[in-house]
């Protein structure tokens, strides 16, 4: 027993010599290398500001290049279709279209043989749909389409909270909640996806569409009565669009002073109301 002991502490500083051993040339190193040449903290810092500061110019310099894409494009698609950009059923598919291409044909530049044919083939189909979306334009019959399903969903959402519905002599109380949700998830969509050119409605529609949830949200703490609730929200709608023509809507200057989070959210909102022209995939 004694002997196996004496055997596992023999290997045990074995292990620990050779361990030792292959130590000593690191710290040799590191004892022979100059103070200077280690790097500091100050220099870590000053490390990441450059890489920040290089980051920030590309950044820049990339949007720079983004905006002066986007404002040929919507010159081309004015020229050509005789309508602004915003006023195409998929702006941001135009333009996401135009950054492949533009990808696609700096990469050709480089290419050669079966690779370059294959980029040729594909710049080819890209071509043709962009041409297709560029005429692609929202029509008037089709925003007479959405006005009618807007009203058409205040219609039955009325039903649904007076407990009216055809066929059925009383719905369950979540179809009457349901019903003055409607006026958000069907109502506004519907009004903002006619792509409104006046900015007074544009403004009077991202209002409404804050403000409905809100007003979904809070009123039950208040009553209990879905009809209330779902005349709120239509007096919501109502007030937003008479502030949105009495003020005249907001231009892109005024705008652009509006605080970074209410810029966002309102940016946010534009998506799929005819001002996503710039949205990435």
């Not at 696609?104 to 189909?125: M, N, P, Q, V």
């Amino acid at each position: 027993m004694s002997g196996s002991r004496g055997l596992l502490a023999l290997c045990s500083w074995c292990a620990l010599l050779a361990a030792a051993s292959a130590l000593l040339p690191r710290a040799s190193i590191l004892a022979r290398a100059p103070v200077n040449s280690l790097p500091t903290v100050a220099s870590r810092h000053h490390h990441r500001r450059q890489c920040l500061t290089t980051m920030q110019a590309m950044t820049e310099e990339e949007a720079a290049a983004d905006q002066a894409l986007i404002a040929r494009v919507a010159a081309e698609v004015e020229r050509e279709s005789g309508v602004a950009l915003d006023q195409l059923i998929n702006p941001s598919k135009v333009i996401n279209l135009e950054r492949d291409l533009v990808k696609l044909r700096a990469t050709l530049e480089t290419a050669t043989g079966d690779s370059a044919s294959e980029l040729r083939k594909t710049i080819d189909g890209k071509e043709a749909k962009l041409a297709t979306e560029k005429r692609a334009v929202m029509q008037d019959w089709l925003k007479q389409i959405f006005v009618g399903q807007a009203a058409l969903s205040v219609i039955i959402a009325g039903a649904m909270v007076y407990d009216r519905v055809p066929g059925f002599e009383h719905v369950d109380l979540s179809i009457r909640v349901l019903g003055f949700w409607v006026i958000w998830l069907f109502a506004i969509p519907s009004l903002r996806a006619r792509k409104p050119t006046n900015p007074a409605e544009k403004t009077a529609l991202n209002i409404a569409f804050v403000a409905s949830p809100l007003v979904s949200l809070a009123l039950p703490a208040i009553t209990k009565d879905p009809v209330s609730i779902y005349w709120a929200n239509l007096a919501v709608c109502a007030a937003s669009y008479v502030y949105g023509f009495a003020s005249g809507g907001q231009s892109e200057e005024d705008e652009a002073k509006q605080p970074q989070w209410v810029r966002f959210i309102f940016k946010a909102l534009d998506f799929g109301s005819g001002r996503e022209r710039g949205a990435r995939k």
